[in-house]
């Protein structure tokens, strides 16, 4: 069975750091392009950062230079380190696994861990 | 940068009825399209990918169609578990995934 745990998250002050992670099981997280997505309180989903098989990262324009992605392969964990947090960074995080199938979708999805950036 | 816009923002209707949920994208993503529905509290589910594939345990009523700009997620006969967010998604060159900003399907 695939699940996916956040866990990490909780109230920080501005300019502070959070490390999110990603504990999977049921399927190797090293093998897909795994995904950071977040949902801000009452808005939609946002792309945060993604991780392809090959090592290869990607960051939305928001957080690129204060957020690093990555995993741990012997774990089985994806990881999300969050420095110089903004007020603007509030929100539930998700990892989600991609897929791709024709093209990419994010089939499966943990419940998430929620972030609040706060003085 | 691909942007995708879905109308209407909030749909009501009544259990029975049929919804039919529209996502315009700024260009062309030719037949890649994927659906999500999210419940509040939840995270989201994939319903749709590739335009018009069900994912694993979605029912029938759901289906997808469209290409190019224009697609549509309907739902033929709503049951009370559907009322929820739905989300479009689409990989795109920059950024590496993009969403629309998300349809409310309420009861009336």
């Known amino acids: 069975e695939v699940q996916l745990v956040e866990s990490g998250g909780g109230l920080i002050q501005p300019g502070g750091s959070l490390r999110l992670s990603c504990a999977v099981s049921?399927?190797?997280?090293?093998?897909?392009?795994m995904n950071w997505v977040r949902q801000a309180p009452g808005k939609g989903l946002e792309f945060v950062s993604g991780?392809?098989?090959?090592?290869?990262?990607y960051y939305a324009d928001s957080v690129r230079g204060r957020f690093t992605i990555s995993r741990d392969n012997s774990k089985n964990t994806l990881d999300l380190q969050m420095n110089s947090l903004r007020a603007g960074d509030t929100a539930v995080y998700y990892c989600?696994?991609?897929?791709?199938?024709?093209?990419?979708?994010?089939?499966?999805w943990g419940q998430g861990t929620r972030v609040s950036v706060s003085s | 940068e691909i942007v995708l816009t879905q109308s209407p923002a909030t749909l009501s209707l009544s259990p029975g009825e049929r919804a039919t949920l529209s996502c315009r994208a700024s260009?062309?993503?030719?037949?890649?399209l994927a659906w999500y529905q999210q419940k509040p509290g939840q995270a989201p589910r994939l319903l749709i990918y590739?335009?018009?594939n069900r994912a694993t345990g979605i029912p029938a009523r759901f289906s997808g169609s469209g290409s190019g700009t224009d697609f549509t997620l309907t739902i033929s006969s709503l049951e009370p578990e559907d009322f929820a967010v739905y989300y479009c998604?689409?990989?795109?060159?920059?950024?590496?995934?993009?969403f629309g900003q998300g349809t409310r399907l309420e009861i009336k």
């Open positions: 989600a696994r991609g897929v791709f199938f024709g093209e990419l979708a994010l089939d499966f």
């Open positions: 049921g399927f190797t997280v090293a093998d897909y392009y």
């Open positions: 991780i392809y098989s090959g090592g290869s990262t």
């Open positions: 260009q062309s993503v030719s037949n890649y």
């Open positions: 590739d335009t018009s």
């Open positions: 998604q689409q990989r795109t060159n920059w950024p590496p995934i993009t």
